[in-house]
């Protein structure tokens, strides 16, 4: 079985699309209005109910709000995290949604939600107390809950069809080369100057969220690759008694 099969399955990926259109019709508004931006971002303490949810879809920030002499302009700080956000959410969310179904997806996104909200209040009592100010902004922790489930899915693809065949396809280099450097970045508290450890700790949070639900899903995508190598053996018999 390819990889690009489960992509152009049947299944349509409802909530990835959703997903992506509210990240970049959010940052667009946060860019063209930028008096926006502060509605939409979380901050500590909240001032604005929403902001609980918002400030995942905002990427990046206005240039009249970044610090005087900031090393990125807010366009090459947007794209950059806009861009590697989506790198994340469109090719492993798209395959984690084919094989376990938008309903699941829904419980791992609130799943997400719910533990980066109670580590943003948690990290933003312990800033405020010693006088900084805490806000965060993006689509990390959830785009990170993606890649271990779909990592699953690809182990059991080899072990399913073989790994001689998983390895032959370009399209599993392609994803891996997006999951080394993102459990690089995960651990790594300074990723070219704009993160910390507020960051990390998100990244962290969806990497280990995601291997959770790798396990909690493990038998739906256990019963995909199995009915997927049962239609494919029915197939060739039928092929063969017909020859």
Known sequence: MKIRNIYFGKRIPFFCIAVTVLCIVVTLISQLIPSTYGAF??????K???QVISYIFLQGAPQELLPEGFQYSAMQLT???LGYNLLLILPFGILVEKIIGTKKMLILFATTC???????????A???RSGDTYGCAGASGMAFAFMPVGM????LLGSRFGYGKLFKQVSFYVLM?????????SVTPNVAGVTGIPSMVIHLLGLVIGTFFAIVFRKTLQDFFDKEKAAREVVSIVSSETV
């Open 41 to 46: 971002r979380f901050m500590y303490p909240v």
């Open 48 to 50: 604005y109910p929403w």
């Open 79 to 81: 794209i950059g995290h």
């Open 114 to 124: 719910i533990a980066d909200l109670i580590a943003n209040l948690i990290m933003g």
């Open 126 to 128: 312990i800033y405020t």
């Open 152 to 155: 699953y899915a690809l182990f």
């Open 177 to 185: 080369s997006i999951a080394i450097p993102t459990v690089i970045i």
